[in-house]
């Protein structure tokens, strides 16, 4: 089945590390990846990670995958306040079409 | 990366009448696809795209309330027709990169009154 889930809201302090978890239920997703949504704006690709890798990292984004759990973070080291967003975890339904989680909200905070 | 640009950004538009979006992508791409987000949720896929064929409606959604178009290798229309204020919504337009990044155009922000 397609069922992605995330928390719904997350508070940082400026300069922590933010750590969002989403959990997804189709074993054969090839690609999962991380959105973000600035308020009045689309949606941003930051990263995305192949189903057979356990890690991937892009600067300030560590992605981490835990296929057998279905489990995916995204961590941001170093928060600032422009990463305050809604940010979207979705996994690729039999490679073309997308299934996305809730999203989580970010808040940073000075 | 592809780049996608939809018009229009925004509309407020009465109830009964259509509005048509435009998916305009500055690359060839096999795929096209039309989501939407209800306010304050998430993205929900409408229909996949496919240049000379019909495109593929997803459950819940049918061609009569949004036709769409596919002419070329960059271009979409999406048309909410009749509209109510449920479909006040963002509506996406979307493309694969090969296989692996999916790309979303800015949204059109609509709100039927």
């Known amino acids: 089945g397609e069922d992605v889930e995330q928390s719904l809201f997350l508070s940082v302090r400026e300069g922590d590390s933010s750590v969002i978890n989403c959990t997804y239920t189709d074993s054969s997703s090839t690609y999962l990846y991380w959105y973000k949504q600035e308020p009045g704006a689309g949606l941003q690709l930051l990263t995305y990670?192949?189903?057979?890798?356990d890690m991937k990292q892009d600067q300030r984004l560590t992605v981490l995958l835990n296929k057998k759990d279905k489990h995916l973070s995204l961590r941001i080291a170093d928060t600032q306040t422009g990463d305050s967003a809604i940010y979207f975890c979705a996994e690729s339904i039999n490679d073309y079409k997308l299934s996305f989680g809730a999203g989580t909200t970010v808040t940073v905070r000075a | 990366s592809a780049v996608i640009s939809q018009k229009p950004s925004r509309d407020i538009c009465q109830r009964g009448t259509s509005l048509t979006i435009q998916c305009q992508v500055d690359?060839?791409?096999?795929?096209m696809f039309w989501y939407r987000q209800q306010p304050g949720q998430s993205l929900t896929l409408i229909a996949t795209?496919?240049?000379?064929?019909?495109?593929?409606?997803e459950s819940g959604f049918v061609i009569d309330k949004f036709p769409i178009s596919r002419p070329n290798l960059t271009f979409s229309t999406l048309t909410v027709s009749n509209m109510s204020p449920e479909d006040s919504s963002i509506y996406l337009c979307?493309?694969?990169?090969?296989?692996?990044?999916?790309?979303f155009g800015q949204g059109t922000r609509l709100t039927v009154v």
């Open positions: 690359s060839q791409v096999t795929m």
């Open positions: 979307s493309v694969k990169g090969g296989n692996t990044e999916a790309f």
């Open positions: 990670i192949f189903s057979n890798m």
């Open positions: 795209a496919n240049q000379g064929s019909e495109a593929t409606y």
